[in-house]
């Protein structure tokens, strides 16, 4: 079992900028990855970003250049820095745990609002 506990959602301007953390706790060993999905209203929830036990990121074309993905490893912690944010980045975002023999788990979701 792992448990995913997010933060860090809020409301923004537009070109303004927040930080999501995402804090796992539970059977976390071995290869893993962390990623974030985000779901706007009527839409899929999409990848924008993820990073491995082994730090190799990847993102989204929609993203790159403006988020940022990290992890403290000591914390089993992953962030999302976001920048120069855009009202369509507006959506909840869910943090995702995959772990090989573990299985997959989600967060509870935080909402991003980016508005005038």
């Known amino acids: 079992q792992v448990q995913l506990v997010e933060s860090g959602g809020g409301s923004v301007q537009p070109g303004g900028s927040l930080r999501l953390s995402c804090a796992a706790s539970?059977?976390?060993?071995?290869?893993?990855?962390m990623d974030w999905y985000r779901q706007a209203p009527g839409k899929q929830r999409e990848l924008i970003a993820g990073?491995?036990?082994?730090?190799?990121?990847n993102y989204a074309d929609s993203v790159k250049g403006r988020f940022t993905i990290s992890r403290d490893s000591a914390k089993n912690t992953v962030y999302l820095q976001m920048n120069s944010l855009k009202p369509e980045d507006t959506a909840v975002y869910y943090c995702?745990?995959?772990?090989?023999?573990?299985?997959?788990?989600w967060g509870q979701g935080t909402q991003v609002t980016v508005s005038s």
């Open positions: 995702r745990y995959f772990g090989l023999g573990v299985g997959e788990y």
């Open positions: 539970g059977s976390i060993f071995g290869f893993y990855a």
């Open positions: 990073i491995t036990s082994g730090d190799r990121t």
